[in-house]
Nanobody, 123 residues
Framework: QVQLVESGGGLVQAGGSLRLSCATS????????LAWFRQAPGKEREFVAA????????YYADSVKGRFTISRDNAKNTGYLQMNGLKPEDTAVYYC????????????????WGQGTQVTVSS
């Protein structure tokens, strides 16, 4: 059974930083593509960042480019999202997702999801 568990969310002031973690089990993490999505109240889930299994190819949403960094430690079966320069509009539930298909920025391309972690940025 595949499990993804996010952690690291919380309340932070604008301009602050958070580091989200995504601990995985049940599949060979080093063969899977990794992504982060987020969903704000009343809005659809949106893509944030993606990283291939080798860690050599990344994609970022324009809204987070230059502020967020996606990474992974295959030895620890864990993915990360470092978020700097946080803005109130970054407030959302953040989800990590993995897929054994090709790297993509669309949510339907990912077949395993975590439960989400809340990030709240105050102004």
């Amino acid at each position: 059974q595949v499990q993804l568990v996010e952690s690291g969310g919380g309340l932070v002031q604008a301009g602050g930083s958070l580091r989200l973690s995504c601990a995985t089990s049940g599949r060979a993490f080093n063969t899977l593509e990794l992504a982060w999505f987020r969903q704000a109240p009343g809005k659809e889930r949106e893509f944030v960042a993606a990283l291939n299994w080798r860690g050599s190819s990344t994609y970022y949403a324009d809204s987070v480019k230059g502020r967020f960094t996606i990474s992974r430690d295959n030895a620890k079966n864990t993915g990360y999202l470092q978020m700097n320069g946080l803005k109130p509009e970054d407030t959302a539930v953040y989800y990590c997702a993995i897929t054994d298909q090709w790297l993509t920025t669309t949510a339907r391309g990912y077949n395993y999801w975590g439960q989400g972690t809340q990030v709240t940025v105050s102004s």
